[in-house]
Structures are given as C-alpha cells and as structure tokens.
C-alpha cells in the first residue's frame, strides 16, 4: 500500500480530496509539521485504517482562513479506526482492535499528562503545550480526514473498545468520543451541571448540541440552547431542550420567560472567538460576556468554545491576538470561575462509550450525524459553512454505511 487518499486545506474557502503518501512510524516534513518534530521515530504507535472521521467547527476556521494554517495541512482530529499495524514498543493495542482516538495527542510521560491533563502535554509539540491532529500549531501530526493514519503513543492514547461487532454496530455514535461529545461534556461538568441544574448552552452547532445532551445525562431540569440559527435550535428541541432565538428578544428576558427567573444555575460557551452580536456583525466577546450576564452569582462557566492567539480575520487589532473586551468586573463581581481549554478527552471517553453501548445516550440523533464520502468532503464543509444543522461523518472505507 502506498497511496492514501485524505483532505488538505487549500485557501480559504476551499478544501480538496488529494492522494498523499501511506502513513508509516516517522513523522515525515510536510505542510504545518515543526521542523523539530520531522524525522520523530514512533515505534510506540500505530497505523489505522480510519472508519470514521468527522468534519468539525475548529477545522471550519481554519478553512475559512481565520488561521495560519498553511496550504496542503491534511485535516482532521476526529478518528475512530481499525488498527492494522503496531510498532514494535506498543505492548497492549491488537492488530484488529476497533480504537477511538483522542483529538489531544499525548505523550503519558509528562507532568500534564501524570496529572490527566492530556491537552497541555508537553512532549508533542516543541512550539507549546498540547498537540492535535491536522490542526495549526499544533506540532503538524498528520490529520485524520483520510484513509490511513499514524497515531503515536497508541498504548496511553487508544481506547479499544471490547466488542467488535457491537462497537460496529454503534460506529456513528461512537465516533462523537474522539472529540465533541467529550468537549460537550467537559464543558457542562465544568460549568457545575447536576441534577435538578438550569443550564443556559451559548451555541446550537454540533459542540453545543452535545453539550445539551450531555447536560441531560448529568441530570439537568432544564436545558436552554441559543442561537441564530433557527434549523440547529429546532435540532436542540427535537431531544428535548429550550430554545431561545438570540435575533429576537434579550437573553435574558427569554430566560425569564421559560424558567420564571433571568438566570441559569449554569452556562456554556460553545461558540468560541467567530461570535456574533446581536446587531449580526462579528462581536468576539459576545458569548462569554452574555454567559456571565445570564449565570447566577457563584455560578461556573464552562468555556470549550475554541478562542485562539492568532486570528488573521479579527474584527480589529486586538482580535487578531485573540485580546478580546470581556466584563471581567461582571464576572468578579458574580464570583463567577472559569473554565477554558482543550477538553481532556481521556478523563470522559471510556464513561461515555459506555453510556453510548448501553444505550444511555443517542449523541449521533442528538448532533444530526450525517454520514457522508470522502470524497463529499469538499461540499459537506460548505454546507457546514452555510449554517447547515448536521454534524458531517466522513466514512473512507464505507464502514458506517455498511453498519447502517
């Protein structure tokens, strides 16, 4: 085998199917690879044949040129795959083996990642803490929008699910654990959501909507999502949220009107630095400062909405250094805690494939998971762009349609 067929960010706006080389153990010179990182023997990782792999709103930006993603990266940080080759240091994951992959790639030596802080690893990526794949900056490891792939560390980073035939079974759910439904959940569990909780979830797009779930599983009364988008928020009634359409009334009088009072007991930022203001021009600072209006006094908020360091499209100067005007005076006022970051997907995703096999949780009707081609990437990413509610799964190898 010596082709792979796999999606490169092209220019902004544009993506494309290309033929790149066959994954092997060594970290090869490419677009977006840290030049301290090529020629990095992996003897500790694996070769996957990719079953299922996601479009997701952080490859979104970097496609709508609000990076400094290079030309040619290969997309892509949400794999569930089959493992078809191991080094020879990998001692416990099977030839066969049926994986999900972490999106943080992590190296299980470090301080961070002794710590179970998996998304600051220090080991992976010499320009700062934390790798991914196929994402800028972050140590240029080869994406997974794509046939094959090579996943280091494959021991500490795999989890292998037990049965095959039920796992499967259960692909479309289950290839939500690499990525959005651990960062869904890791951001309601930050926010404090628990039983009997009110939760005000800031974005109805594929992470919000797997926050909503994730805060029913946990036990929230009440879930109430917002948004523009009027398809994504009828996607969050379809499984039981409140909606509040952010073009219309004030949030906080849309609150008041579905539980009695303007305040929520918890609140969510699924949005991230591309916000919108209700005047309908880019606002960066929108939702974070709307979740401190809207959370009670001594509330938490969870904050896995993505903001970056770098935004070549930034509304202004600050923006694009990711400096944004946040009422921090509110949030001290309120004793408000904060939560940011990449979700730590190894502190989740073994409980939630579990709630997923014993049929807990139905996160692929709750995202809208729509299964298409490789090939169709190119338009599932500028249907995503349009505002389309449905979460894009890539199937390369026709394993998704075929469990269908």
Not at 38 to 45: E, F, K, L
Not at 175 to 181: E, K, N, P, Q, V
Not at 262 to 272: I, L, M
């Amino acid at each position: 085998m010596s082709a792979n067929r796999a999606v490169a960010y092209i220019e902004p706006g544009t993506v494309e199917v290309q033929t790149i080389d066959f994954p092997t153990l060594e970290v090869k010179d490419g677009p977006g690879v840290d030049p301290a990182n090529v020629g990095r023997r992996c003897p500790h990782g694996v070769i996957l044949k990719v079953l299922a792999t996601n479009i997701c709103g952080s490859d979104q930006h970097m496609v709508r040129g609000r990076t400094t993603a290079p030309r040619g990266l290969i997309l892509g940080h949400e794999i569930t795959g089959e493992v078809i080759e191991a080094g020879p240091d990998v001692e416990f994951i099977r030839v066969g083996d049926i994986v999900s992959v972490p999106f943080n790639i992590a190296c299980g030596r470090c301080r961070n990642c002794k710590e179970r802080q998996t998304g600051i690893c220090l080991n992976v990526n010499p320009a700062r803490p934390g790798a991914a794949y196929g994402y800028v900056d972050m140590g240029g490891w080869v994406g997974g929008q794509a046939e094959y792939v090579m996943v280091p560390y494959a021991d500490w980073n795999l989890l292998p699910f037990p049965d095959r035939d039920a796992a499967l079974e259960k692909l479309r759910d289950l290839t939500m654990l690499s990525d959005i439904f651990p960062t869904g959940f890791h951001g309601a569990v930050t926010a404090g959501v628990g039983v009997g909780s009110t939760v005000y979830v800031a974005g109805a797009g594929p992470v919000g909507l797997a926050c909503a779930a994730s805060a029913q599983l946990l036990g929230a009364a009440v879930v109430v999502v917002g948004d523009f988008n009027t398809d994504r928020l009828a996607q969050a009634r379809s499984f039981g949220c409140e909606t509040v359409d952010l073009a219309k009334a004030p949030l906080t009088d849309q609150i008041e009107d579905i539980l009695g009072v303007p305040e929520v007991d918890s609140a969510v930022d699924c949005v991230g630095f591309e916000a919108r203001g209700h005047g309908g021009g880019e606002a960066p600072a929108t939702v974070l400062n709307s979740i401190m209006d809207v959370a009670r006094a001594g509330a938490s908020l969870g904050i896995p909405g993505l903001y970056v360091t770098g935004d070549p499209g930034g509304v202004d100067a600050d923006a694009r250094i990711g400096s944004l005007k946040i009422r921090l005076g509110l949030g001290w006022a309120k004793s408000h805690r904060f939560m940011t970051g990449q979700c730590p997907v190894m502190q989740y995703h073994r409980q939630l494939s579990m709630a997923i096999l014993h049929d807990r949780v139905r996160i692929a009707d709750a995202v809208n998971a729509t299964v298409i081609a490789l090939e169709e990437a190119p338009g599932g990413y500028r249907e995503f762009d349009s505002g389309a509610s449905r979460k894009y799964v890539l199937d390369p190898h026709g394993a998704l349609t075929r469990a269908a």
